[in-house]
């Protein structure tokens, strides 16, 4: 096996099951304010209880984000050490902010929000909610501002065959960070919104804990609702800044092999890299052209405009992009059918309703994936988009055994650590919050 | 050579060496987990470091990104070259990190003790191996001329090597004890204290046998030394820092012994810059080949930038790190609520 291969391979495995579970805790974080905000208001004991519950699903997948994540910081050294030497001027400075704006701020406040509650004040307590969202929100920030310089490398000149910095701020605000950050945010937000939407109707499904479990609904179901209609919006905008920064990867995701005006979006196809056509097309006619330029008669550029070995790959570009937008569309519409039921006051009682959003649990985590894979296929055969190619970025140090066996040392851990993951969380929801009790676990005054 | 460089070498130092001291005492109670038997026991050691280590992992995920923004050549050379040392630290680390989480949250004694294990395992290897790879980039690193690591595993665990590793591990084991005694009360406080100083012992031992193999074998060490006297002062402050700590600790003196074994790291990473400055990772047999702070750095706007964003950002880091380690100090108390 090469080794471009197997580092690539790596790479995606780390970041892949890293990335299971930071969309999760950033979206539960703002939940978790939005309740100690309710319960520093209200002083009602099942918003404690509540919170309780949610800061402990939290720190579990935390734990595990934290662990897969330190990973991360290490393996441009190790494992891509030629791009490291070419983007050091500028992609360490990123790595280092993410360090010290944010990381320091979640992990500290994160031991208070999660001990804090018979040490310090209910108003201390929330504070801390609130870092915590903050730097895991943060942190977001500067690990995007990284990856899309990637995509759309600014702000640097080329100086002795190395990248170098000009101006920060040209660099930080490249073209494609505010649209890559903004979307996803919020696809984060979908993520820990649909999840305590589906936990909260297994409770309501079994008959359990369903003062705990209706609150959580509904208060899930409106974050879940708001940020999967707003995605629609944000996806665009990141939609239309791939169209004018990377034409290749918006002529791969929406497989389209001709340049042509009035261009079709596909609802469905085969791309065939080999014939260079699509098979089995469904197509809307123009509106690939009106959704990207917002013109019917824009020009989009086709794959065959450019040379075939600058071409992305295409089945692991176009098939994930239209699974996520498909997956997008069914988050509006089950929040939207939630929404619905909430307002005809049948919410807490539709078994269907309840059973999708239990099974729909997996699906943001897989929109999320699904979204990276096209994201970053997209940009191959590019470490740097058009500046660097991946095959000349990887360690030439490191030989080939040495990258077999951290790769399949990678690959067992993992699947230890999600499985059981899987099982404390199961348990920790099995088990359940605690109930009310107005006597038990009395507070420091504020 | 500029002065940014120069900054930049301090400041990664300084990172280092605050990760040394905080996430030390989380590494050696990691060992010392191994020696207690007891399930409460067990957690009390879990609880003293529960609500800090993520905080204190971050000193070290921050002097990585702060190496790879400030000298991103040593970065791509180091952790290439030491791969498979580095991805069993970060196996560790992974291991160590999920552990303290996962171990308390069933009562089987199965589960326990292999979450006890994982842990104990967890923090031993990132001991030991931070030690051993400091010892290697003392003793020089085979490079070839395009910056690359050009020897083999089997390079990295030459005798020198090593014996820092057991320098650094014996410090860290030493420190992670006096930890204990300034958290626990009865019982155990006082087994703490006798693995304190049972650990003192190999770590003077061991300090003053790695220096006299240094002075003998990699006498290129000494030239800042003996053009700089006052560089002495580092390691004569670990010898002074491990006789304050013997008295403090027999003296049950708790937190004068927790800051007698945190300046003697704060000798030991000294002593192990002083040693190399301005290399960063020595070149072996072939001198011109070094990386040094001036051949292995970013640009000066790099630098620049990242001066100011550190200027503002690691003070408010340092103000709320003290105000948690303030409201979680003091002894554990068994009957508090308990987390992990």
């Given at each position: 096996?090469?080794?471009?291969?197997?580092?690539?391979?790596?790479?995606?495995?780390?970041?892949?099951?890293?990335?299971?579970?930071?969309?999760?805790?950033?979206?539960?974080?703002?939940?978790?304010?939005?309740?100690?905000t309710?319960?520093?208001?209200?002083?009602?004991?099942?918003?404690?209880?509540?919170?309780?519950?949610?800061?402990?699903?939290?720190?579990?997948?935390?734990?595990?984000?934290?662990a897969s994540?330190?990973?991360?910081?290490?393996?441009f050294?190790?494992?891509?050490?030629?791009?490291?030497?070419?983007?050091?001027?500028?992609f360490?400075?990123?790595?280092?902010?993410?360090?010290?704006?944010?990381?320091f701020?979640?992990?500290?406040?994160?031991?208070?929000?999660i001990?804090?509650?018979?040490?310090?004040?209910?108003?201390?307590?929330?504070?801390?909610?609130?870092?915590?969202?903050?730097g895991?929100?943060?942190?977001?920030?500067?690990i995007?501002?990284?990856?899309?310089?990637?995509?759309?490398?600014?702000?640097?000149?080329?100086?002795?065959?190395?990248?170098?910095l000009?101006?920060?701020?040209?660099?930080?605000?490249?073209?494609?960070?505010?649209?890559?950050?903004?979307?996803?945010?919020?696809?984060?937000?979908?993520?820990?919104?649909?999840?305590?939407?589906?936990?909260?109707?297994?409770?309501?499904?079994?008959?359990?804990?369903?003062?705990?479990?209706?609150k959580?609904?509904?208060m899930?179901l409106v974050?879940?609702?708001?940020?999967?209609?707003?995605?629609?919006?944000?996806?665009?905008?990141?939609?239309?800044?791939?169209?004018?920064?990377?034409?290749?990867?918006?002529?791969?995701?929406?497989?389209?092999?001709?340049?042509?005006?009035?261009?079709?979006?596909?609802?469905?196809?085969?791309?065939?890299?080999?014939?260079e056509?699509?098979?089995?097309?469904?197509?809307?006619?123009?509106?690939?052209?009106?959704?990207?330029?917002?013109?019917?008669?824009?020009?989009?550029?086709?794959?065959?405009?450019?040379?075939?070995?600058?071409?992305?790959?295409?089945?692991l570009?176009?098939f994930?992009?239209?699974?996520?937008?498909a997956?997008g569309?069914?988050?509006?519409?089950?929040?939207?059918?939630?929404?619905?039921?909430?307002?005809r006051?049948r919410?807490?009682?539709?078994?269907?309703?309840?059973?999708?959003?239990?099974?729909?649990?997996?699906?943001?985590?897989?929109?999320?994936?699904?979204?990276?894979?096209?994201a970053?296929?997209?940009?191959?055969?590019?470490?740097?988009?058009?500046?660097?190619?991946?095959?000349?970025?990887?360690?030439?140090s490191v030989?080939?055994?040495?990258?077999?066996?951290?790769?399949?040392?990678?690959?067992?851990?993992?699947?230890?650590?999600?499985?059981?993951?899987?099982?404390?969380?199961?348990?920790?929801?099995?088990?359940?919050?605690?109930?009310?009790?107005?006597?038990?676990?009395?507070?420091?005054?504020? | 050579?500029?002065?940014?460089?120069?900054?930049?070498?301090?400041?990664?130092?300084?990172?280092?060496?605050?990760?040394?001291?905080?996430d030390?005492?989380?590494?050696?109670?990691?060992?010392?987990?191994?020696?207690?038997?007891?399930?409460?026991?067990r957690?009390?050691?879990?609880?003293?470091?529960?609500?800090?280590?993520?905080?204190?992992?971050?000193?070290l995920?921050?002097?990585?990104?702060?190496?790879?923004?400030?000298?991103?050549?040593?970065?791509?050379?180091?952790?290439?070259?030491?791969?498979?040392?580095?991805?069993?630290?970060?196996?560790?680390?992974?291991?160590?990190?999920?552990?303290?989480?996962?171990?308390?949250?069933?009562?089987?004694?199965?589960?326990?003790?292999?979450?006890?294990?994982a842990f104990?395992?967890?923090?031993?290897?990132?001991?030991?191996?931070?030690?051993?790879?400091?010892?290697?980039?003392?003793?020089?690193?085979?490079?070839d001329?395009?910056?690359?690591?050009?020897?083999?595993?089997?390079?990295?665990?030459?005798p020198?090597?090593?014996?820092?590793?057991?320098?650094?591990?014996?410090?860290?084991?030493?420190?992670?004890?006096?930890?204990?005694?300034?958290?626990?009360?009865?019982?155990?406080?006082?087994?703490?204290?006798?693995?304190?100083?049972?650990?003192?012992?190999?770590?003077?031992?061991?300090?003053?046998?790695?220096?006299?193999?240094?002075?003998?074998?990699?006498?290129?060490?000494?030239?800042?030394?003996?053009?700089?006297?006052?560089?002495?002062?580092?390691?004569?402050?670990?010898?002074?820092?491990?006789?304050?700590?013997?008295?403090?600790?027999?003296?049950?003196?708790?937190?004068?012994?927790?800051v007698?074994?945190?300046?003697?790291?704060v000798g030991?990473?000294?002593?192990?810059?002083?040693?190399?400055?301005?290399?960063?990772?020595?070149?072996?047999?072939?001198?011109?080949?070094?990386?040094?702070?001036?051949?292995?750095?970013?640009?000066?706007?790099?630098?620049?930038?990242?001066?100011?964003?550190?200027?503002?950002?690691?003070?408010?880091?340092?103000?709320?790190?003290?105000?948690?380690?303030r409201?979680?100090g003091?002894?554990?108390?068994?009957?508090?609520?308990?987390?992990?």
């Amino acid at each position: 096996m090469d080794a471009v291969l197997l580092s690539r391979i790596q790479f995606a495995l780390t970041i892949g099951f890293h990335y299971i579970f930071p969309p999760l805790t950033i979206g539960l974080s703002w939940l978790i304010v939005w309740i100690m905000t309710k319960y520093k208001k209200t002083g009602d004991i099942l918003y404690r209880n509540m919170a309780r519950f949610w800061i402990k699903i939290f720190a579990l997948s935390f734990a595990v984000g934290v662990a897969s994540g330190i990973v991360m910081e290490f393996q441009f050294g190790t494992n891509w050490s030629e791009y490291s030497r070419f983007v050091g001027d500028i992609f360490g400075a990123p790595l280092a902010a993410e360090g010290i704006f944010a990381f320091f701020l979640e992990s500290s406040f994160l031991a208070v929000l999660i001990l804090g509650w018979n040490r310090v004040s209910v108003k201390t307590h929330w504070f801390a909610s609130l870092m915590v969202a903050v730097g895991a929100t943060l942190s977001a920030f500067w690990i995007i501002v990284a990856n899309s310089w990637q995509q759309t490398p600014a702000g640097y000149h080329i100086v002795n065959g190395q990248a170098q910095l000009t101006n920060f701020w040209a660099a930080v605000f490249n073209p494609s960070t505010i649209p890559r950050y903004l979307h996803t945010v919020d696809g984060a937000l979908i993520t820990g919104a649909l999840f305590m939407l589906g936990i909260s109707a297994w409770f309501l499904l079994k008959g359990r804990h369903t003062d705990f479990a209706k609150k959580s609904l509904k208060m899930s179901l409106v974050v879940a609702f708001a940020a999967a209609v707003v995605e629609l919006g944000l996806g665009h905008l990141h939609a239309i800044q791939v169209a004018f920064t990377q034409p290749e990867k918006l002529a791969a995701i929406e497989g389209c092999f001709e340049t042509e005006r009035r261009a079709p979006a596909l609802i469905f196809g085969i791309p065939s890299r080999k014939d260079e056509r699509i098979y089995a097309p469904v197509r809307v006619p123009g509106l690939l052209s009106l959704l990207a330029f917002g013109d019917l008669n824009a020009e989009v550029k086709g794959l065959k405009a450019f040379p075939k070995e600058d071409w992305p790959p295409l089945a692991l570009t176009f098939f994930p992009f239209h699974l996520m937008v498909a997956l997008g569309m069914y988050f509006i519409a089950l929040t939207a059918f939630g929404i619905f039921l909430l307002w005809r006051k049948r919410l807490f009682e539709n078994r269907l309703f309840l059973k999708l959003a239990l099974w729909s649990i997996p699906l943001p985590f897989i929109a999320n994936e699904l979204g990276w894979i096209s994201a970053e296929v997209g940009r191959q055969p590019w470490v740097v988009y058009h500046v660097l190619r991946t095959r000349d970025a990887i360690s030439t140090s490191v030989p080939v055994e040495q990258l077999v066996f951290s790769l399949i040392m990678f690959a067992l851990i993992y699947i230890l650590l999600f499985a059981v993951w899987l099982f404390l969380i199961r348990r920790e929801i099995r088990h359940g919050p605690e109930e009310a009790n107005p006597s038990a676990g009395k507070e420091v005054p504020a | 050579m500029s002065a940014l460089q120069v900054i930049w070498f301090f400041l990664i130092g300084g990172l280092l060496t605050v990760y040394a001291i905080l996430d030390g005492y989380d590494l050696g109670i990691g060992f010392w987990h191994l020696f207690t038997k007891k399930d409460e026991d067990r957690r009390a050691l879990l609880n003293a470091i529960g609500p800090v280590w993520d905080g204190n992992e971050v000193w070290l995920i921050t002097g990585g990104g702060a190496i790879f923004a400030a000298f991103p050549h040593v970065y791509a050379t180091v952790f290439s070259g030491l791969y498979l040392p580095l991805m069993l630290v970060l196996f560790a680390l992974i291991f160590r990190a999920v552990s303290i989480e996962f171990r308390s949250k069933s009562p089987s004694a199965h589960w326990r003790n292999t979450w006890d294990t994982a842990f104990a395992i967890g923090s031993i290897l990132p001991a030991l191996l931070f030690g051993v790879a400091v010892g290697n980039i003392l003793h020089g690193l085979p490079l070839d001329n395009s910056k690359n690591f050009a020897g083999a595993f089997s390079d990295l665990l030459n005798p020198y090597a090593l014996l820092i590793g057991l320098v650094g591990f014996a410090a860290l084991v030493t420190h992670g004890a006096v930890f204990a005694t300034l958290k626990f009360e009865g019982d155990l406080a006082r087994r703490a204290k006798k693995w304190a100083s049972r650990g003192l012992y190999f770590y003077v031992v061991l300090f003053i046998l790695a220096s006299v193999v240094t002075a003998l074998s990699q006498p290129q060490l000494l030239g800042n030394f003996m053009a700089i006297p006052v560089l002495w002062a580092f390691p004569l402050l670990v010898l002074a820092m491990i006789a304050m700590l013997a008295i403090s600790n027999r003296k049950e003196k708790t937190r004068q012994a927790f800051v007698a074994s945190s300046l003697s790291i704060v000798g030991l990473c000294g002593t192990a810059a002083a040693s190399i400055f301005p290399t960063l990772v020595p070149a072996l047999g072939k001198p011109e080949w070094s990386l040094t702070i001036a051949n292995a750095s970013s640009s000066q706007l790099t630098l620049t930038t990242m001066l100011v964003l550190a200027l503002i950002g690691m003070p408010i880091v340092i103000g709320y790190t003290i105000w948690i380690h303030r409201t979680f100090g003091g002894k554990v108390k068994m009957e508090a609520d308990l987390h992990y």
